[in-house]
């Protein structure tokens, strides 16, 4: 069962099975996120989604690199399998 968490920089509830989810990771950090994906407006306005946006100010201001992400490497890094 996939998990539903937050937008790493909004905060709202995301379901993987019903939400348009951008993963994007920061290159010499490691740490993945899950933020909001642009709505079909803002693709076609070119405008971008402001979760993204202010994630990649940041990501600048910090003299880090985004990279495309996926889920499953999201998951790993925020839900580390338990030991056993």
Known sequence: MTETFDCDVCKKNLDPRKDAIVYLQLVKDGLCFALCA????????????????????????????????????????RFPPSPI
């Open 38 to 77: 642009p709505t079909p407006e803002q693709v076609n306005s070119c405008a971008g989604s402001p979760c993204v946006r202010a994630l990649r100010l940041d990501a600048e201001l910090l003299g880090e690199t985004l990279v495309p992400s996926d889920e499953e490497t999201y998951l790993s890094d």
